[in-house]
Structures are given as C-alpha cells and as structure tokens.
C-alpha cells in the first residue's frame, strides 16, 4: 500500500477563537499552525487565511503574505489553497488565490446546503469556470465532493477535458447537507470514483480520526485539522493542528502505513516535483 498524504486544514473560514483560542488569524499564527502540522507529518497544507480579526478573506495579498510565512518555515511543503472561501463570496473573490499559481488548489463540485440559511453555491458554469482556470495554469484541482452527485460531475468535466486525468478528491463526510459519515458510506463514495484517482477523506467533528482510520485501511488519505474537528478527543481541546497530525500519524503507524514526505506526495498525486 502507498504511502499516506496527510492534508492539515488549519484554520478555515468558519472556526473561531471563541470555540478553541489556538484557531490561527493572524499571518504569524498560520505561518505557527502549519509549522506545526508539517513537523509532526503533514505534507499538504489546506489554506484558508483571515484577516487579524478572524474575518475570512480571499484576499490575494493576505494569501501571498501568508503563503510566505509558511514557505519560509517549510520550504518543501505543498500549500493548497482554497477556492471555497466562504459562504456568500463571489467567484471573482474566491478566485483570487489561483493567481499566485499554487501547486494545487480545491475545486468545489457542487451546491450543498450547510445548515440553517447559509448555501454553498457552486454552479456547474462556475464549476467549469474554476477547473478551466486551474488548468490554464497548471494548477492540481482537488475536488472536493459532499456526496456521490459531485463525484458525477467531476467525470463529467474530466470527460469534457476541463480536469485532467488522475484526478484527486477530497471526500468531506459528515457536513449538514452532505453524505454522512460511516463507513457504509465511505465505500459506496469510493466504489464511484474513477480508476486511477487518488482520494482524501474529511471526517468531520467527532469523525475525524474514525473517518481517517476507514481510509487509511482503505488506501486513501486523510486530512485533519482545525477547520474540521477542534477537539483532540471528547471535552479536550487540541493545542495545535500538530497534535491532530500526530494522532493521525499514530493511527497510520498502528495500521501499517509508512507517512508520505511532501516530494512522495507530489511522486502520488501526480504533480511534478520541485527542482
């Protein structure tokens, strides 16, 4: 079995301060939770960025500083920015990040109802529109699917050529509106993936790590982090996105499966190696 890519997503849009104070805002604590995560395994970095604040924002300028901080700490690591943002941002803000030509990106691939009022909108004409713009500059889509529909859509722009073969996906399981999370239904969203994917899993809340187990038996790979789960077990509240790594990293070791450096990551997902 290949070695495993563990993804740190380490401050997302939604989190707060207030829910666990190590979220990350400012430049010098992203740069901080990511140096964390890196040194305890991780080799992708999955980045939101925040204003001081904690407003979210897609703000180029805030990605370029931020993606500096972290480059200048782990000078190997793969940062993937998001295109997601958060709810309620245009394409124009979401976009913004791609510009800065990271190795890799995620690729929403459909509209899913995040609770109460707040909607996800990913249209299929912005879904073509982001992929066709990851692909002019050479960026890695991730593709990030909340149920198997999504999964349909991602072959569909495949077939069209607007995301290139092998593709990657994230499976994010257990967000309100999306496919739960079970193993019942981890396999029915793999089983629908096309031969030759690679694919993350994205359990969230008290499914992290459970989610993360079923997929690293599986031959997936798993992200965890602050934007996903806060907690390092019930009632204990992680002290940094690098504890999270290293509980990921001892269940992979307990199942067998040796941790991926970001250059075998980027040997796995097929992005070319840095020089």
């Known amino acids: 079995m290949e070695k495993l890519i563990i993804t740190a997503a380490i401050s997302g849009a939604e989190v707060t301060k207030n829910q666990n104070p190590n979220v990350p805002y400012t430049i010098e604590e992203i740069a901080r939770e ?10 992708v970095i999955h980045l939101h960025v925040r204003e001081d604040d904690g407003t979210p924002t897609q703000s180029i300028d805030r990605f370029k500083e931020c993606i500096e901080a972290i480059k200048n700490r782990c000078p190997d690591v793969i940062i993937q920015p998001s295109t997601g943002g958060a709810v309620g941002m245009s394409n124009e803000e ?3 990040p791609i510009e800065l030509i990271p190795e890799m990106a995620t690729l929403d691939c459909g509209t899913c109802n995040f609770g109460g009022d707040e909607v996800f909108v990913n249209t299929e004409n912005t879904i073509i529109e982001f992929a066709q713009k990851m692909k002019e500059l050479g960026i890695k889509p991730e593709c990030e699917v909340f149920d198997k529909g999504m999964i349909d859509t991602a072959i569909r722009q495949n077939k069209k050529g ?5 593709m990657h996906f994230n499976i994010v399981m257990g967000v309100n509106g999306g496919i739960s999370a079970s193993p019942r239904d981890l396999t029915f969203m793999v089983e629908s993936l096309p031969q030759g994917s690679t694919f993350t899993v994205s359990g969230m809340g008290r499914h992290q790590m459970s989610m993360a187990a079923v997929s690293i038996i599986m031959g997936g790979h798993v992200r965890v982090g602050f934007e996903d789960n806060l907690y390092l077990e ?8 690098g504890e999270l790594v290293q509980k990921a990293v001892r269940i992979a070791k307990d199942l067998g499966r040796p941790i991926a450096t970001p250059n075998e990551a980027r040997e796995i997902l097929n992005i070319p190696l840095k020089k």
Request: hydrophobic letters at 40%; glycine letters at 8%.
């Open 34 to 43: 990511a140096e964390s995560a890196y040194k305890a395994g991780a080799s």
């Open 94 to 96: 979401r976009l913004q």
């Open 162 to 166: 607007n995301i290139l073969s092998p």
């Open 234 to 241: 019930k009632g204990v509240l992680a002290k940094s996105n």
